[in-house]
């Protein structure tokens, strides 16, 4: 039985989708639930699996096209099972001969015949092993991560890179190489929101530091006894975010977000939580974790760090915010300025703990310290407002106790 495999149903906040990757190609074989399709929208890469046991009989939309909500990108025949043979016997007797090569490159799927074409390779000396000897994608991947050697192209276009994890590129020391490349959905979108960020808001941000001695010692006398009561490590990032509560209640302006010429005052307090993954900078969004306990909030920081790693994180995962926390620190950086993240009206910055010499009670100290900056909007937050929000933070970490006993 004929099935379209169609595009999901986006979101309103997802205009359209781009045809990532396809994992099969016209022909396969393909088993319930097996991943056929990437798509990938500004926010999210989405996957479309195969909806029974058949093959896939036809891809209509193909790697880099645009695709809308609901749109149809391929045909899939349930309980067929795949040939190797051309596709109708009765349609190769009548058409024309051609040649060996004709037939074969006939046989590649579009992101095969793409490769092999901008990566100038000569197709005899890779081993196909899909159906029939057919040369599948993974089987060029593969050829041009093994080194092997490619046809020699011209000198005026010099061989293109191998691309590496996460959209970098690498080159052949020595060789003076461009690769050019499209941005992903979701990079382009990223730096869409960041420009509009700073174009449209009038973007300050404050700094203080924050001796990050009591919560290490904390954290060092109860970690072990946390992990084997909640079955998951204890780590800053729920410190931080416990805090920003706290500071978020006694500032609300800082929770709240700019809708045209109203200002928009949230109830609630969902915090994005900045993760970088191989596909770009990701914000996946803690929601009411004024009511979540320190474990709870440990535990969906790494299911969502390992989703984003993954490239599984859903829409309704990445959907809303109140208010955002990036943690720089943990690359090496020592301070930096944290742009917004619209609609909200402010961002932490976290940073590296570092130890430095600190005046205590007139004596110099060694203490574990860590600079913590607070980007805002001054449309909507004045200046008062976000040192004493930054402050109250500083306060509740540097006396950690203060978190439990909610004062």
Same mark, same amino acid.
């Given at each position: 039985m004929a099935t379209q495999i169609k595009a999901p149903q986006f979101p309103e906040a997802v205009a359209d989708g781009?045809?990532?990757?396809?994992?099969?190609?016209?022909? @396969?074989?393909?088993?319930r639930e097996e991943l056929l399709v990437d798509i990938?929208?500004? &926010?999210?890469?989405?996957?479309?699996?195969?909806?029974?046991?058949?093959?896939?009989?036809?891809?209509?939309?193909?790697?880099?096209?645009?695709?809308?909500?609901?749109?149809?990108?391929?045909?899939?025949?349930?309980?067929?099972?795949?040939?190797?043979?051309?596709?109708?016997?009765?349609?190769?007797e009548s058409a024309p001969a051609q040649s060996d090569d004709d037939q074969i490159e006939d046989n590649w799927g579009p992101a095969v015949r793409k490769l092999i074409a901008e990566n100038n390779i000569d197709p005899s000396k890779?081993?196909?092993? =899909? &159906?029939?000897? /057919?040369?599948?994608?993974? @089987? +060029?991947?593969?050829?041009m991560e093994g080194g092997a050697p490619a046809k020699v192209a011209p000198p005026a276009k010099p061989a293109a890179a191998k691309p590496?994890?996460?959209?970098?590129?690498?080159?052949?020391?020595?060789?003076?190489?461009? *690769?050019?490349?499209?941005? $992903? *959905?979701? *990079?382009? /979108?990223?730096?869409?929101?960041?420009?509009?960020?700073?174009q449209t808001a009038a973007m300050l941000t404050t700094f203080n530091e924050v001796n990050m001695k009591p919560?290490?010692?904390?954290?060092?006398? !109860?970690?072990?006894?946390?992990?084997?009561?909640?079955?998951? *490590?204890?780590?800053?990032?729920?410190?931080?975010?416990?805090?920003?509560?706290?500071? %978020?209640?006694?500032?609300?302006?800082?929770?709240a977000s700019i809708d045209g010429t109203d200002i928009v005052y949230h109830g !609630? !307090?969902?915090? =994005? +939580?900045? +993760?970088?993954?191989?596909?770009? %900078?990701?914000?996946?969004? %803690?929601?009411?974790?004024?009511? &979540?306990?320190?474990?709870?909030?440990?535990?969906?920081?790494?299911e969502y760090g390992t989703k984003a790693q993954a490239g599984k994180l859903s829409l309704d995962e990445m959907t809303g915010g109140t208010f955002t926390i990036s943690?720089?620190?943990?690359?090496?950086?020592?301070?930096? $300025?944290?742009?917004?993240?619209?609609?909200?009206?402010?961002?932490?910055?976290?940073?590296?703990?570092?130890? /430095?010499?600190?005046?205590?009670? =007139?004596?110099?100290?060694?203490?574990p310290m860590m600079y913590l900056a607070v980007s805002y909007d001054h449309r909507m937050i004045d200046g008062k407002e976000a040192v004493q929000f930054l402050v109250t933070i500083k306060d509740l970490l540097e006396d950690p106790a203060r978190l439990l006993l909610d004062i």
């Open positions: 781009t045809v990532a990757t396809w994992h099969k190609q016209p022909g @396969d074989a393909v088993a990938e929208t500004d &926010k999210i890469v989405l996957e479309i699996v195969a909806p029974a046991d058949g093959v896939l009989t036809e891809i209509i939309k193909g790697e880099g096209e645009v695709i809308d909500s609901q749109e149809l990108i391929a045909m899939f025949e349930e309980g067929a099972k795949a040939s190797g043979s051309a596709p109708a016997a009765t349609e190769s890779i081993s196909g092993t =899909g &159906k029939g000897g /057919r040369i599948t994608k993974e @089987d +060029v991947v593969k050829f590496a994890p996460g959209g970098a590129v690498n080159f052949d020391a020595g060789d003076r190489e461009e *690769r050019r490349v499209p941005m $992903t *959905r979701l *990079r382009a /979108r990223v730096a869409e929101r960041l420009v509009e960020a700073q919560v290490m010692e904390m954290r060092k006398n !109860y970690k072990d006894q946390f992990e084997k009561a909640h079955g998951v *490590r204890l780590g800053f990032m729920s410190f931080f975010i416990k805090a920003a509560v706290e500071a %978020l209640k006694k500032y609300p302006s800082v929770n !609630y !307090y969902d915090i =994005g +939580v900045a +993760v970088s993954s191989n596909r770009g %900078l990701v914000v996946p969004i %803690l929601k009411d974790t004024d009511k &979540k306990n320190f474990a709870e909030i440990e535990a969906q920081i790494v943690n720089g620190g943990v690359f090496g950086s020592l301070i930096s $300025t944290p742009i917004l993240n619209p609609p909200q009206t402010a961002i932490l910055g976290m940073h590296k703990i570092q130890e /430095r010499p600190m005046a205590v009670n =007139g004596k110099v100290e060694i203490l």
